[in-house]
């Protein structure tokens, strides 16, 4: 099903990536299982690195557990990340594991084709890309920079985590609008996720269910399968 914006002024995609740029089983298959596996053995190796702790001294603070050593910090963070719990210390930590993993060629990202091609076309007509993920926008860059067809990061002029705030809550969109300094109305907020597309919509901007494998499908927004099925006028 194709879903036409060609009587909208957008100027912005802003994209998820799990589900709507990159197979969600890199990232639950390959990307999680990888952090999980090197998590406590990096943590403790790399100690001397003052933002491993401030990572550590974030889950103290979210545990309200203010005293906690090193292991206990270690624990919760990869019970948080068996839970998939999307916090930011956590994001950060799975950032880092993950550029030593593309550094050292043990990862390869993938992004669909489709997504590919229609990301450059719509950058070749000046349209302003940016991304909207749970993942760090360190892990963001990372992904993007070691795709199977090269660095696409010159594509995106901006990149927004948990940082900016929840990705299913209105205020958040409103946020990168006025980072963007860009009307609501004018940006396209692409996502496999229903809970994040109302919290877009409800911030005004446009949105579009974009899921390639056709699994809980909420009839309540524009939906397509694939990028090519996105019609846009520049």
Same mark, same amino acid.
């Given at each position: 099903?194709?879903? @036409? #914006? ?15 740029t ?16 090197? $998590? ?52 950060? $930590? ?23 091609? #229609? ?28 795709t ?14 948990? @940082? @900016? ?41 446009? @949105?579009?269910? $974009?899921?390639?494998v ?8 524009? #939906? ?7 019609? $846009?006028?520049?």
């Open positions: 099903m194709a879903s @036409t #914006y060609q009587d909208k002024q957008i100027k912005v995609i802003l994209t998820d990536i799990e589900g709507t990159t197979d969600i089983s890199f990232v639950h298959q390959v990307l999680f299982p990888y952090s999980a596996k090197h $998590l406590s053995e990096w943590v403790r190796n790399n100690l001397e690195l003052s933002v491993v702790q401030d990572i550590l001294q974030q889950v103290r603070e979210i545990s309200n557990e203010l005293n906690a050593d090193v292991e206990s910090c270690i624990n919760q963070l990869m019970t948080r990340q068996a839970e998939d719990k999307k916090i930011t210390p956590l994001k950060s $930590l799975q950032g880092l594991i993950w550029q030593e993993g593309y550094d050292k060629g043990e990862l390869k990202s993938q992004v669909y084709p489709d997504a590919v091609e #229609y990301l450059q076309k719509w950058y070749d007509a000046g349209l302003i890309l940016a991304v909207y993920s749970s993942g760090s926008i360190a892990a963001q860059k990372l992904l993007f920079q070691n199977s067809v090269g660095d696409l990061t010159g594509l995106f002029s901006n990149y927004f985590d948990t @940082t @900016t705030g929840s990705k299913i809550e209105s205020q958040s969109y409103l946020a990168i609008a006025d980072k963007l300094s860009v009307p609501p109305e004018e940006i396209l907020f692409l996502s496999d996720s229903s809970k994040e597309l109302a919290a877009a919509t409800a911030a005004n901007l446009n @949105t579009c269910v $974009l899921n390639s056709t699994i809980d499908v909420d009839i309540n927004f524009n #939906y397509v399968n694939n990028f090519a099925d996105i019609a $846009l006028e520049w």
